[in-house]
């Protein structure tokens, strides 16, 4: 699989592609590892990245801005820094101030401060961050400091809140990502990486996009290795042997996510934190394409699978999909997000 991930022209990869297909102990123990998930022994679900905004008045905002602005320290933990500028990454376009809460780890929590116009989307501050890359502890300190900074609106910030992103998933550990993909049931996007301007002609994951009541979900499946790489060729681009080593303390993994978007309409639902266990959730419903199937196909239908990721292309002989545990999932679920209310002493 190095030779794979490390290179970075098509000619290259599809061949790494190809001999990882045609390795049939390879595919069997595929086929072995994923069936642990499937079987709901090692599922557990994590927080890729949470949305909130809570409704705190215009004068509040003022008042948390100028508080913020005068190099804050949220608690003995969090140091409060001024983002500047209008480039991605920096003040969010719908609000006048943008900030950055740091702790002691290279990650950071997003707030933005000052809606430019309140609607039923937009609370007058707005927090973005990737719960699974604190602590409980952390984030608890972060929201009790938080709340405390409301004062005599918390009450009402919190009822009043809206959650506008929730991004959960499942890493599975050492499986192969060509050899895994979801069964779309909404309008698919297949998606591939750029390497030095040259688009790599196989599919690097699926979006799976599905329409609800004021909202949308996203199931989306990729390979998080890749994407890694992906960046780091983009920020600095690397030899070969570079990856290679790079790729030494890394594990093979697949990715499979579900994201929630609120999308502001006259009849949209929305969910404040407080009903976070309401809201949609996309994968008790994911039908999967598994290692198990490639043991059924040829080393040419292997290909076209892997280097495609639709199930569906011409070709192929009919392919029985594998549905996740739905109840061990709605239970982690459940899990997950009843732990964060307790950690935000909700």
Request: glycine content about 6%; aromatic content about 12%; overall charge positive.
């Amino acid at each position: 699989m190095t030779n794979f991930y490390a290179a970075v022209d098509i000619t290259t990869k599809k061949k790494a592609l190809e001999d990882i297909l045609a390795d049939e102990g390879f595919i069997c123990r595929q086929a072995d590892l994923i069936f642990r998930y499937i079987d709901g022994v090692w599922l557990k679900l994590d927080f890729d990245k949470i949305v909130l905004g809570f409704d705190i008045s215009k004068s509040k905002a003022k008042e948390i801005t100028f508080m913020f602005g005068e190099n804050f320290r949220l608690d003995k933990i969090w140091n409060i820094s001024i983002l500047k500028g209008n480039k991605k990454g920096t003040v969010h376009k719908y609000y006048k101030n943008s900030f950055i809460a740091k702790a002691e780890n290279k990650d950071k929590i997003h707030i933005s401060v000052g809606a430019k116009n309140i609607s039923s989307k937009y609370r007058n501050i707005r927090i973005e961050f990737t719960p699974s890359y604190f602590s409980n502890k952390m984030i608890k300190k972060f929201f009790k400091s938080l709340f405390r900074v409301f004062g005599d609106e918390r009450e009402k910030a919190i009822k009043n809140s809206i959650i506008t992103r929730m991004d959960i998933g499942i890493q599975l550990h050492n499986i192969f990502s060509s050899l895994v993909t979801i069964v779309p049931q909404g309008k698919s996007t297949f998606f591939s990486w750029e390497y030095g301007g040259q688009k790599m002609s196989l599919a690097q994951g699926l979006y799976d996009e599905m329409k609800g009541n004021g909202f949308k979900i996203l199931n989306v499946i990729y390979c998080p290795v890749s994407n890694y790489l992906h960046k780091l060729y983009k920020k600095n681009r690397y030899s070969i042997d570079e990856a290679k080593s790079c790729l030494s303390s890394i594990v093979p993994a697949t990715r499979i996510e579900s994201r929630y978007h609120y999308e502001k309409s006259t009849t949209a639902i929305s969910y404040s934190v407080n009903k976070m266990r309401d809201v949609p959730f996309g994968l008790p419903d994911i039908n999967i394409i598994t290692p198990e199937t490639f043991r059924q196909l040829s080393l040419k239908e292997r290909l076209i699978l892997a280097t495609t990721k639709d199930f569906n292309s011409q070709g192929l002989p009919n392919i029985e999909p594998i549905t996740l545990p739905k109840e061990k999932l709605v239970a982690e679920y459940n899990r997950l997000v009843n732990g964060f209310m307790t950690i935000l002493e909700l």
